[in-house]
């Protein structure tokens, strides 16, 4: 009934910027965090960004590999929220997930618990 399905990825040379989708469908998010995450070839999943959608605003989080060069947003009209990632290095090589319905933005080690929905993912390849 929830789905979640990103977009935007590809093949894009270091210093290069993308922004990833994911389009949210039977899911109005309120109170709750969504986010994103990566997965390198053999590496663990990590937690790079959350955005909680509160009633009276919006709050951002990022990890520290990510932070200053990428933005995290929410667009209520197109239930879709994004990564803009500027630039872009050739460690940021991963899949990407989108997550939905964290109780909080925490993006440490096994934060992936607490996200209930998953999109598909989109890779992305980033070339030196």
């Known amino acids: 009934q929830v789905q979640l399905v990103e977009s935007g990825g590809g093949s894009v040379q270091a210093g290069g910027s993308l922004r990833l989708s994911c389009a949210a469908s039977g899911y109005a998010p309120s109170r709750t965090c969504m986010g994103w995450f990566r997965q390198g070839p053999g590496k663990e999943r990590e937690g790079i960004a959350g955005i909680y959608l509160g009633t009276g605003g919006y709050g951002t989080y990022y990890r520290d590999s990510v932070k200053g060069r990428s933005t995290i947003s929410w667009d209520t009209a197109k239930n879709t929220m994004y990564l803009q990632v500027n630039s872009l290095k050739p460690e940021d090589t991963a899949m990407y997930f989108c997550?939905?319905?964290?109780?909080?933005?925490?993006?440490?080690?096994?934060?992936?618990?607490?996200?209930?929905?998953w999109g598909q993912g989109t890779q992305v390849s980033v070339s030196s």
């Open positions: 997550a939905a319905e964290s109780p909080n933005c925490w993006l440490g080690h096994g934060a992936e618990r607490n996200f209930a929905y």
